[in-house]
């Protein structure tokens, strides 16, 4: 039990601090500004491939997760690494790919990972490169199984279908 509250903490921490200091980055104030990249570029520096660890570990324990009823941790894990993408180098998440594409199949989970898959795909790459992903993944096979009704009005699906076609 205390793992689990420990690794929730830990993942709600990061969502804050994406929230409070990356997201902020944009402010006028030139000094807060400065001390909030500071503090990102600090963050991204020392921490951040422990935190990439603790994601895959969350991610491949998604079973054990899954069968104590814990599967908002995943959702957290998921949530925290969508945001990370955007700002780390995106090689820390790679290994993660072929469990976000099995998440997909997930209904509480597929959301999450298909904003995860949307991020990774986003972040700046080459259009073979994005195309090549995309096809290596069957993303557009496995979206093709998603709930009709989910497909409608869910935001991340028709972004990665956008980014797919």
Do not use: H
């Not at 200091?21 to 951040?48: M, N, P």
């Not at 422990?50 to 941790?73: H, N, S």
């Amino acid at each position: 039990m205390g793992a689990r509250m420990l690794i929730g903490f830990v993942l709600s921490a990061m969502v804050e601090f994406d929230r409070e200091i990356v997201e902020q980055s944009g402010e006028k104030d030139r000094a807060q500004s400065e001390r909030r990249r500071e503090i990102k570029d600090g963050l991204r520096d020392e921490v951040v491939n422990d935190v990439a660890q603790l994601l895959q570990q969350v991610v491949e324990g998604q079973p054990q997760f899954k069968a104590l009823g814990a599967d908002r941790i995943v959702a957290k894990a998921l949530e925290v690494m969508e945001k990370l993408i955007d700002w780390t180098n995106p090689e820390l998440f790679v290994a993660n790919l072929p469990r976000l594409v099995g998440f997909l199949k997930d209904p509480i989970l597929q959301t999450a990972s298909a904003k995860c898959i949307y991020s990774f795909i986003y972040k700046g790459m080459e259009p073979l490169v994005k195309l090549q992903l995309v096809a290596r993944l069957d993303l557009v096979g496995i979206l093709g199984e998603w709930d009709p009704s989910l497909r409608a009005q869910d935001e991340a699906f028709s972004q990665i279908v956008a980014l797919s076609s």
